[in-house]
């Protein structure tokens, strides 16, 4: 089965600081796609950054960038100089190139002032 | 890029009536997704709906329960039918752009709360 797991179900973080949010999947498949998404108050799931699984160099959005270890399963989100408005869940997600994406249970991010 | 107007935002419906939740698109899309989000849980796949076919649903899922309809490649919409305390969630509709990089663009989502 294809799975998404995010251990940390909440997380705070001082604003301007790093912050680290993991996430492991497991998948027979060689070639697939993994997302962030951010899901603010309002409800809009929006997508943070991707990653092809093909492609060894880690892929960085401005201040969000990722470290995709393929053999590990592994799939974290690094959040530099965090800011208020990064306060969030976020939802680590795969796609096998089908049509389906599953993503997993989500991290709660709380940025403070 | 896709923009996604759902509506309505949120809803408080009585048990055992059906609520018809809209998504609108800004662009021609093939794949539409229906989402459940239950409250404080991830995101659940209910069915994907192409145009000019019926949708697929995903196991524990059923046509009688969740009707969607796609008459066009712009639009969709998902009834929750015969509606109980336990379909309170938010359902979100998504978009598959079809560039092939396989993101998902998502609508604003509805509230809807069941008493």
């Known amino acids: 089965a294809q799975t998404v797991t995010q251990s940390q179900p909440e997380m705070s973080v001082q604003e301007a600081e790093t912050v680290t949010l993991s996430c492991t999947y497991d998948t027979s498949e060689n070639n697939y796609y993994l997302f962030w998404y951010k899901q603010p108050p309002s409800r809009q799931m929006i997508l943070v950054i991707r990653q092809e699984a093909y492609k060894q160099q880690n892929a960085t959005e401005n201040r969000f960038s990722v470290n995709f270890q393929k053999a590990a399963k592994s799939f974290s989100l690094k959040i530099s100089d965090s800011q208020l408005g990064d306060t969030a869940m976020y939802f680590c997600?795969?796609?096998?190139?089908?049509?389906?994406?599953?993503f997993g249970a989500g991290t709660r991010l709380f940025v403070k002032a | 890029s896709a923009v996604i107007s759902q509506k309505p935002s949120r809803d408080i419906c009585q048990r055992g009536t059906s609520l018809t939740i809209q998504c609108q698109v800004d662009s021609q899309v093939t794949m539409m997704f229906w989402y459940r989000q239950q409250p404080g849980q991830s995101l659940t796949l209910i069915a994907t709906a192409n145009q000019g076919s019926e949708a697929t649903y995903e196991s524990g899922f059923v046509i009688d329960k969740f009707p969607i309809s796609r008459p066009n490649l712009t639009f969709s919409t998902l009834t929750v039918s015969n509606m109980s305390p336990e379909d309170s969630s938010i359902y979100l509709c998504?978009?598959?752009?079809?560039?092939?990089?396989?993101?998902?663009?998502f609508g604003s989502g509805t509230q809807l709360s069941v008493l």
């Open positions: 998504s978009v598959d752009t079809g560039t092939g990089d396989e993101k998902l663009f």
């Open positions: 997600a795969f796609n096998t190139g089908g049509f389906k994406t599953i």
